[in-house]
């Protein structure tokens, strides 16, 4: 029993039922307050931290912002009889490890605590400068950030419908920008990086001659949440009408209460909507159902080796079909080969995307046909 669990919890029945659930596993202090809480750490190397929200005084979100000033490490999990969007972004920005709704299963409590606690132990001795190296990184990275741009096109009329923006980075030790992304979640720095995102595109748009072409950009479910994003302060409200954004991390929709409500703000804005990776899996096609978007993006598994996968020809043919017959815009993404083209078009696929007409580049080049 080394490990240190600190419950903050004004409800008394509550605080007993996780004290006498914890204690089994983990070494537990239980308070009723911040002011006994941020005590406690003063005197305690704690391995996590269980808050509930709605404190006396002070809310658990607010509590967790004063903790990190002084223990940028800590575990940090959230329980909640009142789940919000605003405190599930928190969460997700000062990067909570959990956020639980109330009423919360044993085993569900003990698997999250489980996890923080390992995690604790197992970075003690190397997490605080790894954190601080890693932070220092992303600001680097941050600094260095640009877009690069991949022609979208319309293979009939040879001209191009869009371009999309995708995120990179002259910071070499954050280059792939998955990991860049991971970083910036990791941090809680999801917000900073979003808006970053949107001023360098919209400084690319600014110089588009062709009131035309359309600029997809890539949007985590998060950014949603940013107060900014569809405001008049947002870089990208004054061409919203030339701009669809892709929506990433489609699981964590889920988290997020008024997801659908948020959206339509922005279509009223003038934004359009796109679903990509369709045909990746389950969720892509719930989320057509869901979210009936303008624009839906075929994953290029599903584009690769057509030429050659009857199975592939006949799954293509027919979400395009269902799609058109929605009025959605299909976009094929990853086409990379004459092959491809050829049998894409052959299946009512007109719109491309992929190596085949323009690899991502600094500027808005014109494709190859």
Not at 157 to 166: D, N, T
Not at 168 to 195: I, K, M, V
Not at 235 to 247: D, G, S
Request: glycine share 6%; aromatic share 6%; net charge negative.
């Amino acid at each position: 029993m080394d490990s240190k669990v600190l419950v903050i919890e004004d409800d008394v029945l509550l605080r007993r039922a996780y004290d006498r659930i914890l204690s089994v596993q983990h070494s537990v202090v239980s308070v009723g307050s911040c002011s006994d809480a941020l005590l406690e750490l003063s005197r305690t190397k704690f391995d996590a931290v269980i808050s509930d929200i709605d404190l006396p005084g002070q809310s658990g979100v607010d509590l967790l912002r004063q903790i990190r000033a002084q223990h940028q490490e800590m575990n940090f999990i959230f329980i909640t009889g009142c789940p919000t969007t605003e405190t599930a972004q928190a969460a997700v920005n000062l990067g909570a490890m959990g956020y639980l709704t109330k009423p919360v299963a044993a085993d569900a409590l003990n698997k999250i605590v489980a996890k923080a606690t390992s995690a604790s132990v197992s970075a003690k001795t190397t997490l605080p400068a790894r954190l601080n190296g890693l932070t220092h990184r992303f600001d680097g990275a941050l600094e260095k950030l640009w877009m690069a741009f991949q022609p979208i096109v319309s293979v009939p009329e040879r001209k191009v419908m869009g371009y999309e923006a995708l995120l990179r980075t002259a910071e070499p030790s954050l280059g792939a920008p998955p990991d860049f992304l991971a970083t910036a979640q990791h941090l809680g720095q999801l917000d900073r990086l979003g808006r970053a995102i949107r001023s360098k595109v919209s400084e690319t748009i600014a110089t588009a001659t062709d009131p035309d072409v359309k600029f997809f950009i890539n949007v985590h479910a998060t950014d949603l949440l940013d107060p900014q994003f569809g405001s008049d302060d947002c870089p990208l409200v004054p061409f919203a009408n030339r701009i669809v954004l892709e929506i990433t991390e489609r699981a964590s929709l889920e988290v997020i209460d008024d997801a659908h409500a948020r959206i339509a703000r922005l279509r009223k804005r003038g934004f359009a909507l796109a679903i990509d990776d369709l045909g990746a899996g389950y969720s892509g096609l719930t989320s057509v159902m869901q979210l009936e978007p303008e624009v839906v993006k075929l994953d290029m598994s599903l584009v690769r080796g057509v030429d050659k996968s009857r199975l592939q020809q006949q799954f293509v043919a027919s979400i395009s079909r269902a799609c058109a017959g929605l009025g959605m815009v299909v976009v094929t993404e990853g086409v990379e080969t004459a092959e491809e083209r050829e049998t894409l078009l052959a299946l009512g696929c007109t719109i491309h995307q992929g190596y085949l007409y323009g690899r991502p580049s600094r500027v808005l080049a014109a494709p190859t046909f």
